[in-house]
């Protein structure tokens, strides 16, 4: 059951909220009139489309994957697949990555009926390019034409490292976006994009696609998509089980009790690992967790364990208790010798004496530190996560034996998401981004081109402000290396520093998993056809939606 706020305000509000979506998805029919019901456990949500804020409702449901369409599907599940041509037919990289010649499709069409062009997409480009708070990926574009059909994007250094961050770059209409004075901060009411969805309405707790009279391929059989934002976990899963939900990323921590078993033959889960982890990232420029070896010590205490089996129900993010923070046994041939069989195992003595020769002390059962502060620790999380929730409960306690005073803040989904862009917190679980390298991993933790000072947003990384010029140069020699040998020395070295300064302390491999039911659509990705991950917030949803047919 998922926590929430005490307040009985807070409470008759959560229940009102629940009973609402309940209400509003009560005998809503799926597959024989074409409607997909997709929910997610995110709360009420304030009404913004904007595709490029991670704070918008349009990122929160995942909805924005329908509306506006990416250069090329990139496969998570499947990182040495090759990239699935969409709005890009082809594409040709010369100079080592340094400049990328793209072919955009004809026939492609913006929702409002202008064609789409080369034009867009350069557009889209100088846009990221002005405007760094819609920039969120951090990638450094230079030159940008266009002519023809083609788009052609220079880069003052490789992007080996940056190619699906490119590819799953979606395209805005430049005639809509030149006219908006301040992007970062538009909302954007009646979004127009290329994809086969239109918006048809929004309410705080449902927001409803319909599909579009004509497409630049065949029409999807999904005719309506319900984005329902369920009040916490604990009703979504209700959702789920009852069938009034059909599509879900949500953590569920007695699946097998309180839904497969509803309707074994229907109710399907697939969770496939992906290179990313999550995490207790600290604010770095909070006192006193600026100091690293507060942070060591926080790592040898956390248990992991207890995090997997119970915050984690054994089976959603699976644990990682390398001191680098790398997962296997997916990542094992990347980690360095020294720290091949470095297993990070609760051992309060030890984090005691690296306190102690490092200048804290222990008052009675309290940490102080140098200065004679105690030493206290807020984490933040939404109110509805209740894996996250159970988490943090968990290092709530297992702080406590080294003297800190640790403290669960709750919040709603989107309070959370801006705390976090803005660095408004102390602590708090989050994820990394997912690649088909370890880059991803450390470059989300690490890199100093995606560090903005605390009170601005409009990131994606680095929430914890972490500064090292070493970091950052590692991270550049990765992604410029001339050959693997190179790019193997600068990925130790991120290694060493991660150990060294314990930015985040990893506890935990993602996942691009779903819930799915084949009660009313066939043709979701699976174990025996992984084309896909199956959260309908990546970037692959709208090639999973393309997928579905109606049952038989």
Same mark, same amino acid.
């Given at each position: 059951m998922r926590l929430r706020r005490t307040?009985?305000? /807070?409470?008759?509000?959560?229940? +009102? =909220?629940? /009973? /609402?979506?309940?209400a509003s998805n009560e005998g809503a029919k799926s597959g024989g009139n074409g409607v997909l019901n997709v929910g997610m456990p995110n709360g009420p949500q304030t009404e913004n489309n904007n595709p490029f804020l991670n704070s918008s409702a349009a990122s929160s449901l995942g909805y924005r994957r329908l509306i506006f369409e990416p250069l090329a599907m990139v496969n998570e599940v499947e990182v040495t697949e090759p990239f699935k041509p969409w709005l890009a037919t082809k594409w040709e990289w010369s100079d080592n990555y340094s400049k990328l010649k793209l072919t955009i499709?004809?026939?492609?069409?913006? *929702?409002? &009926?202008?064609p789409l062009t080369a034009e867009d997409v350069a557009f889209t480009f100088e846009l990221l390019k002005n405007n760094p708070g819609l920039n969120i990926e951090g990638v450094q574009?230079?030159?940008?034409? =266009?002519? @023809?059909n083609e788009v052609t994007l220079g880069f003052a250094r490789s992007q080996f490292v940056n190619q699906k961050k490119i590819f799953e770059q979606f395209v805005v209409p430049k005639h809509i976006w030149s006219t908006? *004075? #301040?992007?970062?901060?538009?909302?954007l009411k009646n979004p127009v994009g290329s994809g086969p969805y239109v918006l048809k309405s929004f309410t705080p707790q449902t927001v409803t696609l319909t599909v579009r009279d004509r497409y630049w391929q065949d029409l999807p059989q999904v005719k309506e998509v319900r984005y329902t934002s369920y009040s916490d976990n604990n009703a979504q899963t209700t959702a789920l089980a009852t069938g009034a939900s059909e599509w879900s990323f949500v953590f569920i921590p007695n699946y097998q009790a309180v839904y497969t078993s509803k309707d074994p033959q229907h109710y399907k889960l697939w969770f496939p690992p992906v290179l990313g982890v999550h995490g207790l990232w600290f604010n770095t420029k909070s006192k006193p967790w600026d100091n690293p070896v507060l942070r060591r010590a926080v790592n040898q205490v956390v248990n992991r364990d207890d995090i997997f089996l119970q915050g984690e129900a054994g089976y959603f993010y699976p644990k990682v208790d390398n001191i680098t923070g790398i997962p296997t046994p997916a990542g094992d041939s990347f980690i360095a010798p020294e720290f091949k069989d470095k297993i990070v195992e609760v051992d309060v003595d030890a984090a005691k004496k690296l306190l102690t020769e490092n200048g804290f002390k222990f008052d009675g059962d309290k940490l102080k530190t140098p200065e004679g502060e105690q030493v206290t620790l807020e984490m933040t999380v939404p109110s509805g996560w209740s894996d996250y929730?159970? $988490?943090?409960?968990?290092?709530?306690?297992?702080?406590?034996?080294? &003297?800190?005073?640790?403290?669960?803040?709750?919040?709603?989904a989107d309070s959370w998401t801006k705390a976090l862009d803005v660095g408004d917190f102390q602590a708090a679980m989050h994820w990394t981004n997912n @690649?088909?390298?370890?880059?991803?991993?450390?470059? *989300?933790?690490? $890199? @100093? /081109? +995606?560090?903005?000072?605390?009170?601005? &947003? @409009?990131? #994606?990384?680095?929430? &914890?402000?972490?500064e090292s010029a070493e970091a950052t140069k590692a991270l550049q020699d990765y992604a410029n290396a001339p050959d693997e040998k190179t790019r193997t020395e600068a990925l130790y070295a991120l290694q060493r520093l991660h150990v060294r300064d314990m930015p985040v302390v990893i506890t935990s491999a993602a996942n691009g998993g779903g819930q799915y039911s084949t009660k009313n659509w066939v043709g979701w990705p699976e174990e025996s056809n992984p084309y896909g991950p199956a959260q309908p917030t990546l970037e692959n949803a709208l090639d999973v939606v393309m997928h579905l047919k109606p049952a038989a």
């Amino acid at each position: 059951m998922r926590l929430r706020r005490t307040s009985a305000l /807070a409470v008759a509000a959560a229940l +009102l =909220f629940s /009973a /609402a979506c309940s209400a509003s998805n009560e005998g809503a029919k799926s597959g024989g009139n074409g409607v997909l019901n997709v929910g997610m456990p995110n709360g009420p949500q304030t009404e913004n489309n904007n595709p490029f804020l991670n704070s918008s409702a349009a990122s929160s449901l995942g909805y924005r994957r329908l509306i506006f369409e990416p250069l090329a599907m990139v496969n998570e599940v499947e990182v040495t697949e090759p990239f699935k041509p969409w709005l890009a037919t082809k594409w040709e990289w010369s100079d080592n990555y340094s400049k990328l010649k793209l072919t955009i499709r004809d026939g492609a069409t913006w *929702s409002d &009926g202008k064609p789409l062009t080369a034009e867009d997409v350069a557009f889209t480009f100088e846009l990221l390019k002005n405007n760094p708070g819609l920039n969120i990926e951090g990638v450094q574009y230079g030159d940008i034409s =266009f002519a @023809g059909n083609e788009v052609t994007l220079g880069f003052a250094r490789s992007q080996f490292v940056n190619q699906k961050k490119i590819f799953e770059q979606f395209v805005v209409p430049k005639h809509i976006w030149s006219t908006i *004075s #301040n992007p970062s901060t538009e909302t954007l009411k009646n979004p127009v994009g290329s994809g086969p969805y239109v918006l048809k309405s929004f309410t705080p707790q449902t927001v409803t696609l319909t599909v579009r009279d004509r497409y630049w391929q065949d029409l999807p059989q999904v005719k309506e998509v319900r984005y329902t934002s369920y009040s916490d976990n604990n009703a979504q899963t209700t959702a789920l089980a009852t069938g009034a939900s059909e599509w879900s990323f949500v953590f569920i921590p007695n699946y097998q009790a309180v839904y497969t078993s509803k309707d074994p033959q229907h109710y399907k889960l697939w969770f496939p690992p992906v290179l990313g982890v999550h995490g207790l990232w600290f604010n770095t420029k909070s006192k006193p967790w600026d100091n690293p070896v507060l942070r060591r010590a926080v790592n040898q205490v956390v248990n992991r364990d207890d995090i997997f089996l119970q915050g984690e129900a054994g089976y959603f993010y699976p644990k990682v208790d390398n001191i680098t923070g790398i997962p296997t046994p997916a990542g094992d041939s990347f980690i360095a010798p020294e720290f091949k069989d470095k297993i990070v195992e609760v051992d309060v003595d030890a984090a005691k004496k690296l306190l102690t020769e490092n200048g804290f002390k222990f008052d009675g059962d309290k940490l102080k530190t140098p200065e004679g502060e105690q030493v206290t620790l807020e984490m933040t999380v939404p109110s509805g996560w209740s894996d996250y929730v159970t $988490d943090l409960e968990i290092i709530k306690d297992n702080v406590a034996e080294i &003297g800190i005073e640790a403290t669960v803040d709750l919040q709603n989904a989107d309070s959370w998401t801006k705390a976090l862009d803005v660095g408004d917190f102390q602590a708090a679980m989050h994820w990394t981004n997912n @690649g088909p390298t370890l880059y991803d991993i450390y470059q *989300s933790i690490m $890199d @100093g /081109a +995606l560090y903005k000072p605390i009170g601005t &947003g @409009g990131i #994606n990384g680095n929430y &914890g402000r972490y500064e090292s010029a070493e970091a950052t140069k590692a991270l550049q020699d990765y992604a410029n290396a001339p050959d693997e040998k190179t790019r193997t020395e600068a990925l130790y070295a991120l290694q060493r520093l991660h150990v060294r300064d314990m930015p985040v302390v990893i506890t935990s491999a993602a996942n691009g998993g779903g819930q799915y039911s084949t009660k009313n659509w066939v043709g979701w990705p699976e174990e025996s056809n992984p084309y896909g991950p199956a959260q309908p917030t990546l970037e692959n949803a709208l090639d999973v939606v393309m997928h579905l047919k109606p049952a038989a």
